[in-house]
């Protein structure tokens, strides 16, 4: 590996853990809740995603099946998940946010929007503006090399 790639993959590093600090992601549990940030994606992609299965969430997020399953478990005896049959496949169990789980994300969701307010309210709104189309770059280069690679 050449000097140059070493040096662009320690300021990605770098700014990974300056944007997780920021947003507190190493904390075991998100926003003052007793979810992890697995668990809380997790929770947003099964509201998400049309028809979901434990299949489709391990494809889109890239988790272990064993570690999904345990956490589904988790979910369904917290009464924060429920799971049906496919009409169309009895075989497939569908996942659904109960409405205890859609309570817990919305309540979530609301806390985040808070915490990126109060990241942002020191900006001006042409930093603010700024910081959203770096971001928007930041997707779309890594998406067409990830998807390319």
């Known amino acids: 590996m050449e000097d140059k790639q070493k040096k662009q993959i320690s300021q990605v590093r770098e700014f990974n853990r300056y944007y997780t600090n920021i947003l507190g992601l190493l904390n075991q549990h998100i926003l003052d809740s007793d979810l992890s940030l697995s668990e809380v994606r997790v929770l947003y992609e099964i509201e998400k995603i049309k028809d979901c299965t434990a299949k489709k969430l391990s494809k889109t997020l890239l988790l272990d099946t064993g570690y999904l399953s345990r956490m589904l478990k988790m979910f369904q005896k917290n009464n ?62 890594l998406e067409t090399s990830y998807v390319n690679d």
């Open 80 to 141: 924060l998940i429920e799971k049906y049959k496919s009409p169309e496949d009895g075989r497939a169990l569908y996942l659904t946010l109960s409405a205890l789980g859609r309570d817990r994300l919305n309540e979530l969701d609301a806390k985040s929007d808070e915490q990126i307010s109060r990241i942002l309210n020191p900006c001006s709104e042409k930093q603010r503006e700024e910081l959203v189309v770096c971001m928007r770059q930041i997707e779309k280069i």
